[in-house]
């Protein structure tokens, strides 16, 4: 499941605007860590109904890699079977990976006209059967599916194509970095030293306002009392 708002999470209206107003279905969010993309996601996740999640955590098998991701299917959609041992016989043929991907499609597609499909920490695995078949799945996903993702690494060579003919929303630190006015919603003031310092970087933000609430003052954080 999508993970719950945090206290005094801000929600990043731009950007969910910018993804639930969109025509594309497929969104690749990427940044390095602490930029917020697995908040950006949940909130996407908490704007949808019938939302499939699903966080990465190292997988190296592609055949466990779908039986989890059929978990979190059926963890919305409780009546949900596909049986990924099925495939095993065209694992040789040189269009395994196609095949899968679309049985998949067709085992999902038909659960819901605005189904969700998150997938979170792509970035954690590294095999290229599991990277292969995540490129072919956004390959062939109906328009009514809309599929997001989230990595610290750029879409990989097998995304290109798609990004080129421009298929994926994209968004990048660029995009997740706070505003000014987030920032002064998280910290509950507006301060110009701390947003040039931070750059809206919003784990480094956290961390003053983690300062601030115990009892530091500003003039006592060298790189904001010295500016």
Not at 58 to 68: H, K, L, P
Not at 110 to 118: F, G, N, R, V
Request: proline letters at 4%.
């Amino acid at each position: 499941k999508a993970p719950k708002r945090a206290e005094g999470e801000i929600t990043r209206q731009d950007i969910l605007a910018l993804v639930l107003g969109s025509k594309k279905n497929l969104v690749y969010v990427h940044a390095g860590a602490g930029f917020g993309k697995t908040t950006v996601l949940s909130q996407i996740a908490h704007s949808r109904d019938n939302i499939v999640w699903l966080t990465l955590d190292g997988e190296s098998d592609i055949f466990t890699f779908v039986n989890t991701l059929s978990e979190a299917v059926r963890r919305t959609f409780p009546a949900y079977d596909f049986n990924v041992s099925e495939y095993l016989p065209f694992e040789g043929e040189d269009n395994f990976i196609t095949i899968l991907a679309n049985a998949f499609l067709s085992s999902v597609e038909k659960l819901s006209p605005d189904l969700t499909l998150i997938l979170d920490d792509l970035h954690t695995t590294a095999n290229l059967q599991i990277k292969n078949l995540i490129a072919c799945i956004m390959k062939y996903t109906p328009d009514d599916i809309r599929l997001c993702l989230s990595s610290r690494e750029a879409p990989w060579p097998e995304l290109i194509s798609l990004r080129v003919r421009g298929k994926i929303l994209e968004l990048t630190q660029k995009e997740l970095v706070f505003t000014k006015n987030e920032t002064k919603q998280l910290l509950g003031f507006a301060d110009e030293n701390i947003y040039s310092l931070t750059e809206g970087w919003t784990l480094v933000i956290g961390s003053f306002k983690l300062l601030l609430e115990n009892g530091v003052s500003l003039v006592d954080i060298p790189a904001v009392g010295n500016d």
